[in-house]
């Protein structure tokens, strides 16, 4: 079963993991792969280190989604999260009449609420995610997410929304500064920590803000309870990368335990970045070292290709480890390595063959050890 094989029953795939090793790629590649097989894919980044636009060659990406040029069978899109026009977006769908939308934009608690709530990105991204497979348009959403940090926050941002939206403590800031006052202790510290988690905002702007939100708190609501069911249910994957370096390791090892927590169905594991096993011929390396005679070159070179070996056999030794911990079944794909940074669709696209071609699972990895020869010993 290959990490395609994996997800194909599934329309939204969540692509997370720790930061800097490669999400941003293996998102590209499963979205290309994708169209390769005919689907119409779509790959959303909520990452705002503009590192989607990097990977696929283009210039810039917006909110809305973009064609990638490619000869495809299916069809590729691209797009990246802008926090404040998704908020804009989702008020002008949901508010009842424009004097609300209008209420609502020109708050100045909602406008800090916007771009700086705790989870107000994730929350984004999520209903961007639930606005994108409402529309039919896609076969295939995938979601790259920020470094793991932020990956249980995504999950989480319904529950928040829901929070921010409990209904007792809205009916007191709906009534206004007078129920403010005979309020519990709890209400009361609850809104000071309101007032201070949004600087210059005053009580009047939250109430008049919460007044005006009280028209869409159904709605709100009813797509925080769409989201859960989307995330938790058949139709999500969860899609973990990771580096071959034994911290990074541990820490995927962490999120996917965590992720099991959250009952969120962890579909596939990349390994990215994996050292490659160097393919020369022994006898051809040393025919080609013996040729040099005992020069600094030769020496150079028997260590350096010593060095390899040797780094290629530890990286596959506690891949090798880590594998053995995962659950039985899980689909495991290894990325070699580049020489360069992947910055164009011909590099995507060789991550996507990567990705459709490896028939790995976690109980099938190979464990064998590579010892570097004793002839090329440093």
Same mark, same amino acid.
């Given at each position: 079963?290959?990490?395609?094989?994996?997800?194909?029953?599934?329309?939204?795939?969540?692509?997370?993991?720790?930061?800097?090793?490669?999400?941003?790629?293996?998102?590209?590649?499963?979205?290309?792969?994708?169209?390769?097989?005919?689907?119409?894919?779509?790959?959303?980044?909520?990452?705002?280190?503009?590192?989607?636009?990097?990977?696929?060659?283009?210039?810039?990406?917006?909110?809305?989604?973009?064609?990638?040029?490619?000869?495809?069978?299916?069809?590729?899109?691209?797009?990246?999260?802008?926090?404040?026009?998704?908020?804009?977006?989702?008020?002008?769908?949901?508010?009842?009449?424009?004097?609300?939308?209008?209420?609502?934009?020109?708050?100045?608690?909602?406008?800090?609420?916007?771009?700086?709530?705790?989870?107000?990105?994730?929350?984004?991204?999520?209903?961007?995610?639930?606005?994108?497979?409402?529309? #039919?348009?896609?076969?295939?959403? /995938? %979601?790259?997410?920020? $470094?793991?940090?932020?990956? +249980? &926050?995504?999950? @989480? *941002?319904? =529950?928040?929304?829901?929070?921010?939206?409990?209904?007792?403590?809205?009916?007191?800031?709906?009534?206004?500064?007078?129920?403010?006052?005979?309020?519990?202790?709890?209400?009361?510290?609850?809104?000071?920590?309101?007032?201070?988690?949004?600087?210059?905002?005053?009580?009047?702007?939250?109430?008049?803000?919460?007044?005006?939100?009280?028209?869409?708190?159904?709605?709100?609501?009813?797509?925080?309870?769409?989201?859960?069911?989307?995330?938790? #249910?058949?139709?999500?994957?969860? /899609? %973990?990368?990771?580096? $071959?370096?034994?911290?990074? +390791? &541990?820490?995927? @090892? *962490?999120? =996917?335990?965590?992720?099991?927590?959250?009952?969120?169905?962890?579909?596939?594991?990349?390994?990215?970045?994996?050292?490659?096993?160097?393919?020369?011929?022994?006898?051809?390396?040393?025919?080609?070292?013996?040729?040099?005679?005992?020069?600094?070159?030769?020496?150079?070179?028997?260590?350096?290709?010593?060095?390899?070996?040797?780094?290629?056999?530890?990286?596959?030794?506690?891949?090798?480890?880590?594998?053995?911990?995962?659950?039985?079944?899980?689909?495991?794909?290894?990325?070699?390595?580049?020489?360069?940074?992947?910055?164009?669709?011909? &590099?995507?696209?060789?991550?996507?063959?990567?990705?459709?071609?490896?028939?790995?699972?976690?109980?099938?990895?190979?464990?064998?050890?590579?010892?570097?020869?004793?002839?090329?010993?440093?």
């Amino acid at each position: 079963m290959t990490v395609l094989d994996a997800i194909a029953r599934h329309r939204i795939v969540v692509v997370v993991g720790t930061g800097g090793v490669g999400k941003t790629t293996v998102s590209a590649a499963l979205a290309l792969a994708a169209a390769q097989q005919g689907r119409r894919a779509i790959v959303l980044t909520i990452d705002p280190a503009r590192a989607l636009a990097r990977a696929l060659g283009i210039a810039d990406l917006a909110s809305e989604p973009q064609a990638v040029p490619v000869d495809v069978p299916g069809r590729m899109l691209a797009a990246m999260l802008d926090q404040k026009h998704a908020w804009d977006a989702f008020v002008a769908r949901h508010a009842p009449s424009p004097s609300v939308v209008r209420a609502l934009l020109d708050n100045p608690f909602y406008q800090r609420l916007s771009t700086s709530f705790a989870g107000s990105t994730e929350y984004m991204a999520v209903e961007e995610m639930c606005r994108l497979v409402e529309s #039919g348009d896609h076969d295939l959403i /995938v %979601l790259d997410t920020p $470094p793991a940090a932020h990956a +249980l &926050d995504f999950l @989480r *941002a319904p =529950a928040k929304i829901d929070r921010l939206l409990d209904r007792e403590l809205t009916s007191w800031l709906v009534l206004g500064r007078g129920a403010w006052r005979s309020a519990g202790a709890t209400a009361r510290f609850v809104l000071r920590r309101l007032e201070r988690a949004t600087g210059k905002s005053t009580l009047r702007d939250i109430t008049a803000f919460f007044v005006a939100l009280d028209a869409l708190v159904g709605a709100v609501l009813d797509r925080t309870r769409r989201a859960r069911a989307l995330l938790r #249910g058949g139709d999500a994957a969860y /899609v %973990l990368v990771a580096g $071959p370096r034994q911290l990074v +390791l &541990d820490e995927t @090892r *962490a999120l =996917a335990g965590q992720l099991r927590q959250q009952a969120a169905p962890l579909a596939a594991v990349v390994l990215n970045r994996v050292h490659a096993v160097p393919e020369l011929p022994l006898d051809t390396v040393e025919q080609d070292l013996a040729a040099l005679g005992d020069t600094p070159a030769a020496r150079w070179l028997r260590r350096s290709w010593g060095d390899a070996v040797a780094e290629a056999a530890d990286a596959r030794a506690t891949i090798a480890r880590f594998t053995a911990t995962l659950p039985s079944g899980l689909a495991v794909a290894r990325v070699a390595e580049a020489g360069h940074d992947l910055h164009s669709l011909a &590099d995507v696209a060789l991550v996507a063959s990567a990705l459709a071609h490896q028939p790995s699972t976690a109980t099938a990895m190979p464990v064998t050890a590579i010892s570097p020869p004793a002839a090329l010993s440093p």
